[in-house]
């Protein structure tokens, strides 16, 4: 990811629509699982990036973040314990948690073998330990922001839970989010195709058209409290060890 780009998502993510709302899809897709136990769970947020994340799952338990950018840890830095380190080699003894997270990270360049960063993510997991990854979806929503943030894959459901059980994980929900933006988002990308362009979309827009664009993806996470949804720019997996 360009070095811009951490200040900015450090910047907006407590305000911008998108990780407002992803942020209450995450928690309500972890609810399920979470709220059943008779403990606190401790928690790896693999790839915490400026660490927005890190103060929502305080919620859910006790939450360490690791990230290899070292932009990201200066950000993330208060929020919970952090280490320097990859996905791809977690420097923590075999099953050290009960609840992995990785938003947004198994795409990215820097990640040479994603196979690799789930078998770890794996390793560190208890016995029945929950993970939720989140990654962006189809390979035609590829654009500028990709560029920016340095996309090396997208996903599709069939990609996502063949890796998962390939690494010793039972997927639970596999299912795709940003649904009702899908084709507004789709359109804005084709008809950039062939642009040199090169520019970020996290970017905040009025107030209004934020709580709007907000609102939308909170009734998407209404839908997937119960129910999954088959395309989207985003796409979730919660599955168990």
């Not at 990215?108 to 560190?124: G, M, N, Q, T």
């Not at 979806?137 to 996309?151: N, S």
């Not at 639970?172 to 950039?192: D, V």
């Not at 720019?233 to 919660?238: E, I, K, N, Q």
Request: net charge positive; charged share 20%; proline share 5%.
């Amino acid at each position: 990811m360009e070095p811009s780009e951490y200040e900015n998502i450090a910047r907006l993510e407590e305000h911008h629509w998108w990780y407002r709302g992803m942020a209450a899809i995450s928690l309500a897709l972890l609810n399920s699982r979470v709220a059943t136990r008779h403990s606190p769970p401790r928690i790896l947020d693999a790839g915490c990036g400026p660490g927005g994340m890190l103060t929502r799952l305080s919620a859910l338990g006790r939450p360490v973040g690791i990230d290899f950018h070292p932009l990201a840890l200066a950000h993330a830095a208060g929020r919970a314990p952090l280490a320097r380190a990859s996905v791809e080699h977690l420097p923590f003894a075999d099953a050290s948690f009960d609840l992995v997270t990785s938003f947004d990270v198994l795409y990215h360049r820097a990640v040479a073998d994603d196979e690799c960063a789930l078998r770890e993510f794996a390793r560190v997991l208890r016995s029945s330990g929950t993970i939720l990854i989140r990654v962006p979806a189809w390979e035609a929503l590829r654009g500028a922001h990709d560029v920016v943030v340095h996309t090396q894959r997208r996903y599709t459901a069939v990609d996502l839970d063949s890796k998962l059980r390939a690494a010793g994980f039972r997927v639970h929900r596999l299912t795709y989010a940003n649904t009702l933006l899908f084709p507004i988002i789709l359109l804005r990308r084709k008809l950039k195709t062939g642009s040199t362009e090169t520019s970020s979309d996290v970017e905040l827009p009025s107030p209004v058209v934020n709580r709007l664009l907000e609102l939308v993806l909170r009734l998407e996470k209404l839908w997937l409290s119960h129910f999954n949804l088959p395309v989207g720019v985003s796409l979730f997996a919660l599955a168990s060890k």
